[in-house]
């Protein structure tokens, strides 16, 4: 059986008609050819596939694309500005070397970015167990804690200017 | 520095800015006009005869392409996957190695073993269909363990192998090690399991199929560490493709730590099938069947002493160790438990006489191959271990009995009884680096503070040393490699002076793409932005033998100054015709070509013009290009070596261990970007720390059944598991035998790591007797072992 599914990913509105049992994941990566977004195992385990949904962040692994029907889905192809300028959380992922192989990263800054959302000045405890939720195996979460912490604080510049874009 | 991007600058990497948006291009993103999707049919048992396979359902399903057997495989002669490592054993005789089917033929030998491919237009009907397929099992009795698998009567995984076993090896001087143990003043004795592991890269195996019936070439994309290996493997032995015809291509790759260094069953599978649906064919595993199939890494079951005089001095050591290598032999398995683990076994020490025996065997479990370290780990942990237990035995400090043993700096190049030699190393400085770090006098203070709060404290060391950069090729050959373990470079500098470097080795996280064009940028003194890296792809290298063992630098840089050396001397040639000078009055610095004692000068960039749009060149001596290649094969491994210390506090009502500092001090020769490094440092201490705190790879011993199957019972570290890292590094010691000095830091994290935590733990839980606790240290043992032992406390 299928249906139509429709939602804004990354500000554009999109439509398709897909099988029900389709995860949200396999509609970004095989629907919309958006393959930013990882999946690293079966279990809802390890976060390679967070996105967000109306701005939280999510699994998209263990989503139906049904259920985002009618939500707003940003991936990490949609944070960067568009003219290319990374996200304050993306640039301090790569000034503090906060990834190596590349494969959880799309989730970990997705679920970082939501993290810092929710606690704007977190501590290194607070950021390691906000992101619990996500497997990291190459960097030893050390320079990810550093990245996060700093990226939070980007971000608070960033809001704190009041010409900031939204 | 003369190069603001040069050597020693902790660039940022070039490769982020497409991890970070999105657009890294792994396996599983390829998508191809016509592509199918192949799912495996797998066995659920662990032994089984396969009695008949019954796919006429699966066959029927929608969206089916087709369902492919062992018997199609072998209607068309598909051969066995290969093994790179022969090994012999004491008595002379060729290790077992029976044949190792990409689809199983008559018998399935462990869980996850694949019995049929399934292809059909999308991985969901693929999926459907697979639970289809029919396959009528006799199952037979199994082997889940090594001990098992060597007990009286066990039942037999392959009937050519008796007794399981695949080889039993030996090494060193086994009577002088009976010698100076029948004069030992005392002995130190260890039982040890070095458990199971699975690498777990973040990115599952992943492989696609491409064949163009016009041209008859075939390509496979695939998650692999070293695609040219995979290649001559698959070619030559598998599916009888020429190299002319089959290009392997390793695109961005999510992490290795080994596991993909192995050509695999697969990857011969989606190759083979592309061909005979016509179309291309991709495969990509689902976490689940990386558990299954995915080679896993250590599994070793040791008994270990050490003979020492009145003084503490080692005398001699005696290791007896039993490895499971699971159910078929993988690509480089025979090669981890003997020549890189027990030739590591003198560790840091001087220890004057070494004998280890291996018995390698087989079970009805995944095969088991490198993982991060492939080895050594296994021998640093045995050694420091054991190393505790001996300070105990003769009530010495345990920073002194190793400074006591350790290989002094001036004995270098040292000479070790189990084949290596060490060409650099100072031992006690990282030693003295390390105990400021973690102000180890304050430590007993610590201690009595911890147990005021209730709480346990403990400290510990791990002193390793690796070897590295697996050589030289005739070294190797001798050992038992099937191939020389040399790298390629090419340096291609373009008519308007930037500049292509073609690698043999393959980055999978390590930044090769930054640190290699730092090496380039500094040498020729243009900026790095004009530098380009290509790897991974066998269509535009010469030759590579990939990434593993802590090697790309040590190997792969070696062959790239090779071929800068070569680019210079080129253009020196080039410089000297231009300048109308002797090519011996030539000087070169920084990239410009000078007439020595003149100010005429050219800069890199004006002779790779020169070198294409050539008018006079006297073309019988000096031919246009600039254009170079080299091969490099090292003259040694390289001997990276450090001090791990660890701290933890136990809470005795929970059992749960806390990392409370973790210090690593290295000395990895020359650093090319201490940015990279460090990290790689950090993440290599966390698998370390994994195995001491965390994972377990658990198969039912009868039954053979995969326990911990998947996240939810193979435990990851996570961000909340691990403290951060107080990681220093010096380069007073840099590898003699390599132009860049360098020594290779992917691994030394986890060779470490694991030895300096569990110390840590069984140093906390001294106070109850405990002098050893096998890995890992989960709250549940850590309590048990404390409430077992209370009794006897309170007896005191």
């Known amino acids: ?166 | 520095m003369a190069n603001p991007n040069g050597i020693g600058a902790p660039v940022r990497r070039r490769e982020d800015q497409r991890f970070l948006t999105g657009r890294g291009n792994y396996t599983d993103d390829f998508k191809r006009l016509n592509m199918t999707h192949a799912v495996h049919v797998r066995s659920p048992y662990a032994h089984a005869r396969i009695l008949g396979i019954d796919f006429a359902d699966a066959a029927a399903m929608p969206g089916v392409v087709a369902v492919l057997t062992g018997a199609d495989m072998e209607a068309d002669k598909v051969g066995s996957l290969p093994c790179g490592w022969q090994i012999h054993s004491k008595d002379g005789s060729p290790m077992k190695e029976p044949p190792h089917y990409p689809l199983a033929r008559d018998r399935v030998r462990y869980v996850g073993d694949a019995v049929a491919v399934v292809i059909a237009e999308t991985r969901e009907q693929a999926r459907d269909a697979a639970e289809m397929v029919v396959v009528d099992y006799e199952e037979l009795p199994a082997v889940g363990s090594s001990t098992r698998a060597v007990a009286g009567a066990a039942p037999l995984v392959h009937d050519d192998a008796p007794d399981n076993v695949c080889y039993d090896w030996h090494l060193g001087d086994k009577a002088a090690t009976d010698a100076a143990f029948a004069n030992a003043a005392h002995v130190a004795k260890i039982d040890l399991v070095n458990q199971r592991l699975v690498p777990n890269a973040m990115e599952p195996r992943a492989a696609m199929g491409e064949y163009d019936q016009s041209s008859g070439e075939y390509t496979l994309t695939t998650t692999s560490q070293n695609p040219h290996v995979t290649r001559l493997l698959m070619g030559a032995f598998v599916l009888g493709i020429p190299e002319h015809k089959l290009r392997v291509v390793a695109p961005d790759v999510g992490g290795g730590f080994g596991s993909k260094i192995f050509h695999y069953g697969e990857e011969a599978v989606v190759t083979w099938a592309a061909r005979k649906v016509g179309r291309p064919v991709k495969w990509t595993a689902d976490r689940s069947e990386s558990f299954l199939t995915d080679a896993h890494g250590r599994d070793h079951v040791s008994h270990a002493e050490l003979a020492m005089d009145a003084d503490g001095n080692f005398l001699a050591l005696r290791v007896s160790t039993l490895a499971n290598l699971g159910a078929y032999l993988s690509t480089f398995a025979p090669s981890i438990p003997t020549y890189l683990y027990a030739t590591l076994l003198a560790g840091q020490y001087k220890t004057p006489a070494i004998y280890a025996e291996v018995k390698a065997v087989f079970t009805n479990t995944a095969p088991v191959d490198a993982y991060r370290g492939a080895g050594r780990p296994e021998a640093c942990y045995l050694i420091e271990r054991l190393v505790d237990v001996a300070a105990g035995v003769v009530g010495m400090d345990k920073t002194e009995i190793r400074r006591r043993n350790f290989v002094p700096k001036e004995a270098m190049p040292y000479q070790t009884p189990v084949a290596l030699q060490y060409d650099t190393g100072d031992f006690a400085k990282n030693l003295d680096i390390a105990l400021p770090l973690v102000d180890y006098p304050g430590f007993q203070q610590r201690r009595a503070e911890s147990k005021a709060r209730g709480k346990l404290r403990g400290i510990g060391f791990a002193t390793y040393i690796e070897a590295c950069g697996i050589a030289p090729s005739n070294v190797a050959g001798a050992l038992g490699a099937r191939a020389g373990l040399y790298e390629c470079a090419e340096v291609r500098f373009h008519p308007t002076g930037s500049v292509t470097v073609f690698t043999g080795a393959h980055s999978h996280g390590q930044g090769h793409e930054t640190t290699f064009a730092q090496i380039v940028a500094e040498r020729f003194g243009i900026p790095i932005e004009n530098v380009e890296i290509v790897h991974g792809d066998t269509n535009k290298i010469p030759f590579g033998m990939g990434t593993y063992g802590s090697r790309s630098l040590a190997v792969g840089g070696s062959a790239l100054v090779k071929a800068m050396d070569k680019v210079e001397r080129k253009a020196k040639k080039i410089a000297a015709h231009m300048l109308e000078a002797a090519e011996t009055d030539i000087e070169v610095k920084d990239g410009r070509f000078t007439v020595a004692g003149t100010d005429k000068s050219l800069g890199i960039g004006d002779i790779a013009l020169q070198a294409y749009v050539p008018h006079n060149f006297p073309l019988d001596e000096l031919e246009p290009g600039l254009d170079e290649q080299a091969f490099y094969d090292p003259k040694n491994f390289t001997y990276p070596n450090g001090c791990h210390v660890c701290e933890v506090e136990i809470d005795p009502d929970t059992g749960v261990t806390t990392i409370v500092s973790f210090a690593a001090v290295d000395d990895f020769g020359n650093v090319i970007n201490p940015l990279i490094v460090e990290g790689q440092v950090h993440g290599g201490l966390v698998q370390g720390i994994g195995q001491a705190l965390y994972e377990n790879c658990v198969y039912d011993e009868e039954s053979g059944q995969l326990v911990t199957g998947s996240y939810m019972d193979y435990c990851m570290p996570r961000a909340d598991d691990v403290p951060s890292f107080t990681v220093r590094y010096h380069e007073d010691q840099p590898c003699t035998h390599n132009p860049l000095g360098v020594k290779g830091c992917g691994e030394a994290g986890t060779i470490g790591a694991a030895a300096a935590v569990m110390n840590a733990v069984v140093d906390a839980l001294s106070d109850y007797g405990v002098t050893h606790m096998d890995m890992p240290a989960t709250p549940e043992k850590v309590w048990r072992t404390i409430r077992d032992a209370t009794p006897a406390m309170a007896a005191e």
């Open chain 1, 1 to 166: 059986m299928s249906c139509t599914v429709s939602m804004t990913v990354n500000g554009k509105t999109v439509s398709r008609e897909v099988e029900e049992r389709t995860l949200l994941v396999t509609f970004l990566r095989e629907h919309l050819g958006l393959t930013g977004t990882h999946v690293g195992c079966d279990t809802s385990q390890c976060g390679a596939c967070v996105v967000h949904v109306d701005g939280r962040s999510v699994k998209s692994c263990t989503t139906l694309a049904v259920q985002a029907n009618g939500t707003a889905v940003t991936t990490i192809e949609g944070l960067a500005a568009a003219d290319g300028t990374l996200h304050p959380m993306q640039a301090a992922f790569r000034e503090h070397h906060g990834l190596q192989c590349g494969f959880c990263t799309p989730g970990m800054v997705m679920s970082a970015v939501d993290l810092v959302r929710e606690n704007p000045n977190p501590t290194e405890a607070e950021i390691r167990e906000g992101l619990e939720g996500n497997i990291c195996r190459c960097t030893g979460y050390h320079n990810i804690v550093k990245a996060v912490k700093a990226g939070a604080d980007a971000m608070a510049g960033a809001q704190a200017t009041p010409v900031a874009a939204e």
